[in-house]
């Protein structure tokens, strides 16, 4: 049993956006539609000569104390065994309480059009076979198979930094108790499993 | 008597901190600063960049580099600039060479440094090396502009100087005409990619060119002009035919590219299309030896693998990479004293996806340059005389930028030279990258194109200073005329108002503007970078002076 979680080191991300296409390829999620289960903000502060930019990647932040399943009425948004928040496509209502529920904007709606377009672009090979609510999903598939998030992989700056963050070997506990990283919104009490070390 | 050193820091006086500080808005502290902590460090390193050559004496800026590389000890060593695995090889070779006796170089490709280009220059700039006694195009246009006195470029080998004036039968060779009826275009898109659009698009709808032929994977603004297009595999179902240096690597290594899966389509790979090609103009065992003799294949292991291939219906290109794997073996016997069969080559280039024959840190310890071994120049030292620009000198006559030490090259994006006083809506002009796509050969992909839409207006807008955008009662997202300003063309444009660039400045991403409709996500979007430049080239190499100008912007319609 692993307690999984991700510490996002914003003095590397350069804003490539690979991780992004990574996680559309890996997760089959509707970029046709501009849906995406991580997004890179891009932030410019200041004036020329003193300009500082910021890259921002986020997604699910896999909360403990997670807002969104407590607003799911069937309990298709759950937990598993180790701390990755997952939505079961089956019994999703499609009602929507959990996006407005997240304070973090990481959910959204793969709906019947969205299942068309990728039922003719994947085939035999279609992962969401239903309309649901989307999330990342910390790759959970590649996890089964010991291999690390698509979007940590394809990282080129080893912004993404993901592991057990119980397993006290492990770089992603180091950096998550450094005292250099730290969630977004701590105010709202929701402990999220995704820390980030400030540019 | 002076020495060169003498000669460099007695014409470097006038140019001190306190000048450039005017010129770059860097403080001449600064600059002292960075200069005394630059030359105390040993070595320290200058990153030299990419795509500097938009500029007529960028050929001046990439020298002084090397001199100041060369002041602190930083040649070939770790820290400082590295030379590649291939260059030390053929350094080492033409050392050897000539410790037997023999002569120093051999075939062009193995020559070091600018030995290759004058090896290149033996082939292409040689009427002598070819059967129908005519040098390349670029050099035929080279030779003619000289003897007529007027602007030409010495080394234009990558160039396509004069290829429009032999397609419009313009152009001569000892009184001869030089005509160009046909044309290959292999994986290029000039009509995009090439500078200026319209002079592409004028010459491929030439009446005097009887055939365009495109090998492409997906339309493209070039495609539209081609008679004939033959698909071509894609990269993932493409076998290169030939091993390749590792590029900047240190050590001596080669790779390639294998096949990812099988083709899908009824495409070929290019050596295929080409040996075919050659074959039904009766030329495919002259093709088959001058490819032989170019790349260091033999030339009668490549004839039997082709036969075999032909025979079995097999694709040519494997026919190619079989032999490579071949005289790698050989090769892999000279330099690490352990022959080995094609077999055994294939399985580690499989296996590990290269072949490494010496590691970087043996290169740098054995083959040092100059520490182990001389420098390919005249003297074996690293020298700061430049004695090609000498001869260029002396050919077209004593100018800044053939100044054979180092002169100062005043700039000549306007008119003005050096004075710094833009108009108000007056902008240097610069272009580049994104990271989402690659020039424009990639911008069709669905995938790439939803990642780009929520960062549309920095990926593909022209980056404009947000607080000079106000000041000109400009907006983001607004359209807008950009005007060349020295040379005229015009292209419309989507600002991207920001304070990430200079007041003085705008920057293009040069990766969009393809118009075939064709292509159903790009076609007709962005603006087009080679629409806005002129035909301008620098006497050297030819490079293209893409930023050599400046430019309005105005709202579209004012």
């Avoid at chain 1, 959970?140 to 993901?162: D, G, M, S, Y």
């Avoid at chain 2, 040996?275 to 039904?280: D, L, P, V, Y």
């Avoid at chain 2, 806005?532 to 490079?543: K, N, R, V, W």
Wanted: charged content about 20%.
């Amino acid at each position: 049993m692993a307690r999984y979680g991700m510490v996002m080191d914003m003095r590397t991300c350069v804003g490539c956006q690979a991780c992004m296409a990574a996680c559309s390829t890996e997760n089959q999620t509707p970029f046709w539609s501009e849906k995406f289960r991580t997004h890179v903000e891009d932030k410019e502060t200041g004036t020329f000569p003193d300009v500082r930019r910021v890259q921002l990647p986020r997604l699910c932040m896999h909360c403990e104390n997670t807002p969104c399943l407590s607003a799911c009425p069937t309990g298709a948004t759950h937990m598993d065994k180790n701390g990755i928040v997952l939505v079961n496509y089956d019994r999703c209502i499609g009602c929507y309480a959990c996006c407005i529920a997240c304070p973090y904007d990481a959910r959204y709606a793969y709906d019947g059009e969205d299942v068309s377009r990728e039922r003719e672009l994947y085939g035999k090979l279609v992962s969401h076979e239903v309309p649901h609510v989307d999330k990342c999903t910390f790759c959970v598939q590649r996890l089964n198979e010991k291999l690390e998030p698509a979007c940590v992989a394809t990282c080129p700056t080893h912004t993404r930094i993901f592991g057990d963050l119980d397993d006290r070997k492990s770089e992603v506990h180091k950096l998550a108790l450094s005292g250099k990283a730290q969630a977004l919104n701590q105010g709202l009490g929701t402990a999220p499993k995704v820390f980030y070390i400030p540019s | 008597m002076t020495t060169v050193f003498d000669h460099f820091i007695e014409k470097s006086g006038p140019f001190t901190p306190d000048w450039a500080a005017r010129i770059t808005d860097v403080p001449a502290e600064t600059i002292r600063r960075i200069a005394i902590e630059f030359g105390q460090a040993r070595p320290a390193m200058v990153d030299p960049g990419w795509m500097g050559a938009r500029y007529h004496h960028l050929i001046g800026q990439r020298r002084l580099q090397a001199i100041i590389q060369t002041l602190v000890g930083g040649i070939d060593k770790p820290g400082g600039w590295l030379m590649n695995g291939e260059y030390h090889h053929r350094s080492e070779k033409a050392w050897h060479n000539m410790q037997q006796g023999g002569e120093q170089h051999g075939p062009p490709v193995e020559r070091p440094g600018m030995g290759f280009a004058y090896g290149l220059l033996d082939i292409f700039a040689n009427p002598a090396a070819w059967e129908h006694g005519k040098p390349g195009f670029s050099f035929v246009w080279a030779m003619e502009q000289q003897k007529a006195g007027k602007p030409s470029a010495f080394l234009p080998a990558m160039a396509d100087t004069g290829l429009y004036e032999a397609v419009k039968g313009e152009l001569t060779f000892n009184g001869e005409p030089y005509r160009m009826k046909a044309l290959i275009m292999n994986a290029a898109n000039p009509v995009r990619h090439y500078f200026p659009a319209k002079r592409w698009e004028k010459m491929l709808s030439s009446p005097n060119l009887d055939l365009v032929v495109a090998i492409d994977v997906l339309p493209s603004d070039s495609t539209l002009y081609a008679d004939v297009i033959l698909p071509n595999h894609t990269y993932l179902e493409r076998n290169e035919p030939l091993l390749y240096p590792l590029g900047p690597e240190t050590g001596i290594g080669y790779t390639t590219r294998l096949r990812a899966i099988e083709p899908l389509y009824d495409t070929r790979d290019t050596t295929d299309i080409l040996c075919e090609i050659a074959r039904r103009m009766g030329k495919l065992e002259p093709y088959l030896e001058g490819i032989a003799e170019y790349a260091g294949l033999d030339p009668q292991v490549l004839r039997s693998e082709v036969a075999a291939a032909q025979s079995a219906r097999k694709p040519l290109n494997e026919a190619f990479i079989k032999t490579a794997y071949v005289a790698m073996g050989k090769f892999s016997g000279t330099m690490t004293g352990r022959k080995m069969s094609a077999a055994e080559v294939e399985a580690v280039i499989r296996e590990k996806g290269l072949l490494m024959l010496k590691d970087a840190r043996e290169v740098v310890e054995e083959m040092n340059l100059p520490r182990k071994l001389p420098v390919p120049t005249m003297s074996g030292r690293l020298e700061l005389f430049s004695p090609i620009l000498e001869s260029f000198a002396r050919q077209a006559g004593q100018q800044p930028l053939f100044n054979p030490v180092l002169g100062y090259v005043p700039r000549m994006v306007t008119d003005q030279g050096d004075k710094n006083d833009l108009g108000a809506n007056e902008f240097y002009f610069t272009y580049g990258k994104v990271p989402v796509v690659l020039h424009a050969s990639t911008n069709n992909n669905e995938l790439l194109a939803a990642v780009t839409e929520p960062k549309k207006g920095q990926f593909m807008g022209l980056w404009i200073n947000a607080s000079k955008a106000r000041s000109l009662g400009l907006s983001n997202g607004q359209e807008v005329e950009v005007t060349n300003l020295r040379y005229g063309p015009k292209v419309k444009a989507t600002l991207f108002t920001t304070e990430m660039i200079r007041p003085d400045t705008v920057f293009l991403p040069s990766a969009y503007g393809s118009r075939n409709k064709k292509l159903s996500i790009a076609g007709g979007k962005g603006t087009a970078l080679n629409e806005l430049m002129p035909y301008s080239i620098e006497p050297i190499a030819a490079s293209f002076m893409s930023q050599e100008f400046t430019v309005s912007v105005r709202p579209v319609n004012s």
